[in-house]
C-alpha cells in the first residue's frame, strides 16, 4: 500500500501518525488526498470487517457469456413471372442469460415448503367452520418476516447471521428463452407499375425472465422467486403471436403526350401504402406492494384469478382487496365485517380482531374476497397466487400509412421528388404499448408509466387508453436525387 495514499485518507489506519512524523517534514504541506484528491465518501465503519459487510449491495458472478442457438428452414417457390412465395420457420434458443437476483434473500416457501401456504377461499361457501391445531396460519408468516424465530436461519435474509443487513444484488446465469415461428411472404415485383409486399407471422416466445434493466413496469424485473425460476416460465414479455404487414408501390402510367410540359406535368406520379397490424404484449398482473411470499421484495408478486368474479369494479370500496378467514374461540372460524382496518390491505393487524396471542391479534388461516365478483385480487401474506407471469395479453394495434410522390426528372441522372406522407392516416385510436409508427412515438404513454394497468387495485386497472392511442401524422419532403 502506498502511504502517501493510504495517509492521505480522511479516516488513515492507526500507524499513519508514525509514519507521517517520520517522513513528513514540518510544513511540507497537507497531503494530496487530505486537501481533496478523494471525496469524503465512506464512513469510517467500511474500515472494518463487520462496516464492509453491512454495506455491501453486490456481488459479481462469475462471467459467464449467453449461448443463443439458431435453426431456420425455408422454401420458395416462383408462383408466376414477378410472383414468389416463401414459407420459413425459425427458431431460436436462449440459454445461460443473466437475471436480476437477490441473492441473499429466500421465500418463505423456501424455507417451509408449499404446504404453509395459506388457501384463498374464492367462495365464502368454501371457508371452513372450524379450525385446529395443524391448521396453518400466519403466524408463522409474520415470525418468519420480522425474525422473530430463535433459528438465525427462519428468516428472509439469510446472510443476516454472518453481518450482511443489506440487499446483494447479482446476475447470475440463470435466465433462458426460446422461440418459434412460422411465415409466409408473398411478392410480387414491378408488373405493370405494381409492386408489393405482404407477410404473415405466427411466433410463440417463452422464457424465464426478460426485464432485468426495468423497462417496463407492466413486466417483473425479478422472479416471484428466483430461486424457483422455474416457475416463472412462461409467455415472453416480447411474445406477439400475431403480426400482419403489406406494403405496396404503384407507379401511375405515362401519358403519351408529345408536349414536353404535359409530360413533366402528367408524368413521374407514384403512390404507396401500408397496412401493419399485430397482436398486443403480454403483461403480468401484479399484488404491487404486497409481499405474498415473504421474501422481502414485491417486484415479481402476482395477483390471483377468482375465476367465478365477473369483473373488478374501478374505485369501489376495497377494490381487489380480501377479508381474512380467522381463528376465532372454541375452535370456530370467523370472517371480519368489511370496514377499514378490518380488511387484509386497510388492517393495522392482519385484519383480524386483535388478542392476547403472541403477536397481538387473532391468527388467520386464509383470505377471501371482499367483494366475490372481483376477477382479480391481491394475494394475501402467505398465500400463492394462480396467476402465471405474463398471463394476460394487453391491446395489440393495427395502422394504414399512405404516401403520395411527384418525380421531375432534370436529367438522365437527375430529378426532383415531391412527397407527401400519411402516417395512421385513418386516425385510428391503438391504444397498446406501440403505435406502429417507427418514426415517431407520438402519443405512446411509456410502459414505466402505467403501472397501474397492471394492478387490481388501481382505478386504472386494465384500462387501455392509459396508453394514450398514438396519433395521426405527416411528412411533406423534398428531395434532390442525382
Known sequence: MNPDSACGLSSPPAWCASWLAANKAPGSGTPFLASGGLPTVLPPTVFTRAGAQALTSSFIDDTVMPKILTWSLGVQREVHRNSTIEVRYLGTRGLELPVQYRRNFISYFDFYGNGAALPMYLSRSSIPATWSASTPT?????????????D????????AQYGFSGIVTSDPPKGASIYHAGSVNFTHRAGRGLSFNTN?????TISNSDNEFHTSALNPRRAQDTNQISQDR????????HKFALSLTYDLPKTSASNRFTKALLNGYSVGSSVLAQSGQPVTLQTGFVDSNGNFDTAGDRATLNRSGSGNVLGEPFQADLLPVCEGPGGTTYVPVAAAGSTFLTGALNGCNASGGPLGFDPAIGYTPVNPNDRYLVTGNASIPNLGRNSFRSPGFWTFNLAAYKYIYLTESKSLQFGAQAFNILNHANYALSNGNVFSNGGVTTALATQGYVLPTDP???????????IRSMILSMKFIF
Open 460 to 470: 386504472t386497472f386494465l384500462q387501455p387508453k392509459q396508453f394514450g392511442g398514438g
Open 234 to 241: 412462461s409467455n415472453s414479455d416480447l411474445d406477439v403471436t
Open 138 to 150: 400466519d403466524t408463522q408468516y409474520y415470525n418468519w418476516e420480522f425474525g422473530l424465530n430463535s
Open 152 to 159: 438465525p436461519r427462519a428468516q428472509p435474509n439469510q446472510y
Open 200 to 204: 404473415y407471422t405466427w411466433s410463440h
